[in-house]
């Protein structure tokens, strides 16, 4: 059972335009929510996270937008640059407990074309 | 470098061969976690260490899979008779115990192959 799906498998935009990853969940214990971005041979580097007790974070050209009761969330890239190009994940974590641990969504390959 | 590293990057082995992967925390972080990932997937959670404490293993992790962490700081996965199915890049990841939203820092990675 995914408890975070990320149905677009891929994304192409042109640069300078807005790019927009979507990410559901199913789990309503998750209270963070985190984006990661992937380059090839490397390992998930953090880019912006959010509270469910928050609705929106902003960090430069990174927004994250939450929808608690539809339990979605999106991140959006405005203006993009080819260096974007990288696979996204969308992630969750439970606040305490005894574990910590980040559950992800498959990953999202975006496209940024000069 | 002041991340997370891993060692090796790239390990080929062939099946029944035991394999230990080496991952150095951020220094100051006191969390350490390891996670799987296989292609087309994202990470999984396989366990997770607070100073020198592993707290929490996944169902993934079979009794062939060990974790240690010895005095909080560097943390080594050993898998034994390893199989075809454990081909994977294996990620160390870290992060404070005071994190405001749990933001875990990873390593490069470890590609293991089983032939």
Known sequence: ?114 | DTGVSQNPRHKITKRGQNVTFRCDPISEHNRLYWYRQTLGQGPEFLTYFQNEAQLEKSRLLSDRFSAERPKGSFSTLEIQRTEQGDSAMYLCASSLVLAVYNEQFFGPGTRLTVL
């Open chain 1, 1 to 114: 059972d995914q408890q975070v799906k990320q149905n677009s498998p891929s994304l192409s935009v042109q640069e300078g335009r807005i790019s927009i990853l979507n990410c559901d969940y199913t789990n309503s214990m998750f209270d963070y929510f985190l984006w990661y971005k992937k380059y090839p041979a490397e390992g998930p580097t953090f880019l912006i996270s959010i509270s469910s007790i928050k609705d929106k974070n902003e960090d430069g050209r990174f927004t994250v937008f939450l929808n608690k009761s539809a339990k979605h969330l999106s991140l959006h890239i405005v203006p993009s640059q080819p260096g974007d190009s990288a696979v996204y994940f969308c992630a969750a974590s439970v606040r305490g407990g005894s574990n910590y641990k980040l559950t992800f969504g498959k990953g999202t390959l975006l496209t940024v074309n000069p």
